[in-house]
């Protein structure tokens, strides 16, 4: 815990001489191995609420931000919109996780990637933000290179596609919320905020639940060397992530998540026999050509 309160501290110190893109990246590559665990964790649980309240809990170790910087309380409206958006952290994850059971995490990156086109839109006709021409296309790149690079078969519209519709959705309403929030606060009361949100809906979830025994069950089943790096990667990521859309532009930040597909096909293809999916090898050009695009695209963003 000391160490994640140093990283926290750490990042926050040396956000102004961080960029907002290279943020985001790191965000996405943390999230990427935390796909590679929550694979792993989810053949130990039972329950889909246990991943909840995992998550959950484990996110509430941000509410220690209140010891290190000062906190402003927000506007009531404002409140709502942070606890709101704590709450998708939760809420949203659990058809993400259910899908991540139902099908392979590399069918389903190609759902995920849609988050950017949902988040362009509400950014845009919400908060106003602006998208100069260089903006526009390095987006395109970013995400065509995405979506060329997650399609390897036809997408089916089984449960698990729906699911991660739905919590893609979810969380692009989060993104905005942020986003809208960074206006007037600064980053530690809004993870601190979002953190309440978060830990009240773990709570109720926890303790409103009638298969409470059930989830407690498959939280003490989780192996604790599953449960650190779950810990770590989640949070870390999470700050980074909550980072970028404070300094950066929302759906820029979102479409970068197109190279979490890229992370996730390294992870893959290393723990290839843990995770039980193959990577195919006939695609390797189709998705060298996509990461193509998509430096190019982030080479757009940089060089405009």
Known sequence: MLLLLTLVRFHWLICDFMDWIL????????????????????KNIKEI?????????????????????????????????????????????LPYVKALVKEEVTR?????????VFTFIMSYFLLSESFPPNFIAGFLLLFLGSMMLSIKKKITFKDGFYLMLLSTILYSIQIIILKYSSFSLELPSIIFWTAVGTFITTVLILFLSKKRKRIMDDLKSIPLKLVSPFAFFSLTALVLFVYAVWLGNSAIVTVLGGFQAVFLLVLGIIFKKQLGEFVDRKTILQKAAAIILMILGLAVLYLS
């Open 49 to 93: 609420l246990s991943f909840g309240v995992l998550l959950g809990f484990t996110e509430t170790l941000l509410l220690l931000t209140y010891f290190l910087f000062p906190i402003t309380l927000p506007s009531i409206s404002l409140l709502f919109l942070l606890f709101f958006a704590g709450s998708m952290r939760i809420i949203a994850f």
């Open 23 to 42: 943020l985001a990246l790191g965000a996405y590559f943390l999230w990427g191995a935390g796909n590679v665990i929550e694979k792993l964790i989810s």
């Open 108 to 116: 389903l990156v190609p759902i995920w990637n849609t988050a950017p």
